[in-house]
């Protein structure tokens, strides 16, 4: 998980001939902790590779996690080290991430709750707008439904909240999409997604706790 670019994707015509380790293995995918302005990514000297392994992969989750090879030329930047379970008072907090691949910015987002009946109207009327259901898997568990102002770009930026029993920054969850799903989809033309209800601008996460319990048996605080 991480809040920073993964820049130069393996073009799409190899992606095909390529096992995912054989993909992690290639000098096209790295990633720049100090991308700093709009597509003018950092030179060489600052960026990590992967090793071509999966530590952590859960499929329920939408979740992959992905390992750093050593560098000889830069150091790792700060590690995150505190995470925590989302609790139900504590349902506000910021992402840190790079929307519409942007300088890193942080905004607040709001974890809401919808009930059976407001999940199905919004499928009814994206239904009845571009003839397409675009919300599904959001009632997926153990998903985290939210509001936030980030837009693409973001998948797996970090949720982070301010714990009162410390003062301690905690990570308690992780971006995972947004819905309509064909609202960030380039091939609708951008008057289709002019007017959507706000309601109906949702995004989807998944809490560190649901991660960690996958990937191991113990208990987070």
Same mark, same amino acid.
């Given at each position: 998980m991480c809040d920073h670019l993964l820049s130069a994707p393996v073009p799409l015509q190899q992606q095909a001939?390529?096992? %995912?380790y054989q993909q992690l293995s290639n000098i096209s995918v790295y990633i720049d902790f100090s991308y700093e302005r709009n597509h003018v990514p950092s030179d060489d000297n600052l960026r990590f590779y992967f090793e071509p392994v999966l530590p952590y992969a859960n499929e329920n989750l939408d979740t992959v996690i992905l390992k750093l090879k050593p560098s000889t030329k830069n150091l790792f930047p700060p590690a995150v080290t505190k995470f925590a379970r989302l609790s139900h008072d504590? /349902? /506000? @907090?910021?992402? $840190? &991430?790079?929307?519409k691949v942007d300088i890193k910015k942080t905004d607040k987002y709001q974890c809401v709750q919808?009930? %059976?009946n407001e999940i199905t109207a919004a499928k009814e009327w994206s239904v009845r707008h571009v003839n397409v259901d675009g919300f599904v898997g959001i009632d997926d568990p153990p998903r985290v439904l939210l509001h936030c102002?980030?837009? =693409? &770009?973001?998948? @797996?930026?970090? &949720?982070?909240? $301010? =714990? %009162? $029993?410390? &003062?301690e920054v905690y990570v308690v969850l992780m971006l995972l999409r947004g819905y309509p799903d064909w609202y960030y989809d380039d091939k609708y033309k951008q008057e289709t997604k002019i007017g959507i209800p706000p309601k109906c601008l949702i995004e989807q996460g998944v809490s560190m706790a649901s991660i960690y319990a996958m990937e191991t048996p113990c208990s987070i605080r």
């Open positions: 001939q390529l096992s %995912p504590e /349902c /506000c @907090g910021y992402f $840190i &991430g790079h929307s919808f009930s %059976p102002s980030f837009e =693409k &770009g973001v998948s @797996g930026a970090p &949720g982070l909240c $301010i =714990k %009162p $029993i410390d &003062g």
